[in-house]
């Protein structure tokens, strides 16, 4: 055994830190620590060694190869922090201390939310929310509300049809108004009847600012022994007042529609301005604003669903909710409302 000096101790401190600053990864460390101060080690075989040193000298080396040792396994520590974080480097920067990046989030269409509103309204006055076909049968479109075939009224709906792959086959069309759900459901259920029909319909007509080939309506059906028209002013009137504001009055004009009677378009007061303003752009001076269509249930179609009509009425009103959404916030284009633009729907 060869003697051991301070000298050894230095010498050996001295190649172990350059062997560990070669090291460059986990695996390397691990071999360094093996070959330093493992049981094998170099450091641990000068410590070894001490007991054969006089007794004066033996403490002075005792002493720096502890120190040695110490300072050996913090370089260890340091060596391998360093390499961790190189690593991070490579991968990218991490600063926890910049703001997040911001999450878009969706909306909801200003015309569903819109929608939403609306079948709430109803629903707090008894109107269950029902459903029904895009793809309808000329019967339940036309013919059941009415309509029949070469009717002059059909002239207001202009309409998609669906091809006959033979003659007999029953006619098809993309439904032109909600309804033919009036009938669906009415041939269905025993009143008391309260629903609200939310659905697309479909025009095949050219689009421009107040027309589109597909919109959406709610359809209001009541069917009740005693109903009168004043059920069906005071329902709409209190929709209104939910929908435009508490201050609202609702006007009733005559109308015509196949199947109600009598038939009204209801209107309310401008709340855009006092009700002269030539230049309003919501009543253009009028005062007042169409929303919907309504009427009296046609007796003859409770009688054709099979109940009396002298001891049943309804009413029903149908309203497109585009018009209502371009009404509630000053949309002068419905085209905007399908065109798609995120900048136009972000604002709502
Ligand atoms: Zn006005």
Same mark, same amino acid.
């Given at each position: ?22 090291? /460059?990864?986990?695996? %390397? ?9 493992? !049981? ?7 410590? !070894? ?5 006089? $007794? ?18 913090? /370089? ?40 939403? $509103?609306?079948? =709430?309204?109803?629903?707090?006055l ?31 709906? =202009? ?7 033979? %003659? ?46 597909? *919109? ?6 009541? +069917?009740? $022994?005693?109903?009168?028209?004043a059920n069906l002013k005071g329902t709409l009137q209190e929709f209104a007042r939910q929908m435009f504001?508490?201050?609202r009055r609702v006007l009733m ?10 038939? +009204?378009?209801l209107?309310v ?12 752009? +919501? ?6 604003? $169409?929303? *919907? ?14 109940? =009396? ?36 729907? /972000?604002?709502?």
């Amino acid at each position: 055994m060869t003697s051991t000096t301070l000298d050894t101790v230095a010498a050996v401190e001295a190649e172990a830190r350059a062997r560990l600053a070669e090291a /460059a990864d986990e695996a %390397a460390l691990e071999a360094w620590r093996l070959g330093v101060l493992g !049981r094998s080690g170099s450091l641990t075989g000068v410590l !070894r060694g001490l007991g054969a040193l006089p $007794e004066d000298e033996r403490r002075a080396v005792g002493a720096a190869a502890n120190i040695a040792k110490q300072a050996l396994e913090a /370089a260890l520590d340091a060596r391998r922090e360093e390499l961790r974080r190189a690593a991070l480097g490579s991968m990218e920067a991490l600063d926890v201390t910049l703001p997040g990046r911001p999450v878009r989030r969706g909306g909801l269409h200003p015309v569903t939310q819109v929608r939403r $509103e609306i079948l =709430d309204i109803f629903a707090r006055l008894g109107f269950a929310t029902v459903e029904g076909p895009e793809v309808e049968l000329d019967e339940y479109n036309f013919g059941r509300l009415r309509i029949p075939e070469h009717h002059p009224a059909r002239d207001m709906w =202009d309409t998609f049809w669906f091809e006959r792959e033979q %003659a007999t086959d029953p006619a098809m069309l993309l439904r032109t108004h909600t309804s033919p759900m009036q009938i669906r459901f009415i041939e269905q259920h025993e009143p008391p009847i309260r629903i609200a029909v939310p659905g697309r319909c479909y025009r095949y007509e050219a689009t421009d600012a107040t027309h589109e080939w597909m *919109m959406q309506q709610i359809e209001l059906l009541a +069917v009740d $022994e005693g109903l009168s028209m004043a059920n069906l002013k005071g329902t709409l009137q209190e929709f209104a007042r939910q929908m435009f504001g508490p201050e609202r009055r609702v006007l009733m004009r005559n109308s015509y529609f196949p199947f109600v009677e009598p038939g +009204v378009e209801l209107s309310v007061d401008c709340f855009a301005c006092p009700g002269n303003n030539p230049a309003c752009p +919501v009543c253009r001076g009028s005062g007042w604003i $169409e929303i *919907m269509g309504a009427g009296m249930v046609h007796p003859e179609i409770i009688e054709a669903a099979g109940f =009396d009509p002298t001891r049943y009425t309804g009413f029903a009103a149908g309203m497109g909710v585009e018009r209502v959404t371009m009404l509630k916030y000053g949309i002068t284009d419905i085209r905007a409302f399908y065109s798609n633009d995120p900048r136009f729907l /972000a604002q709502f």
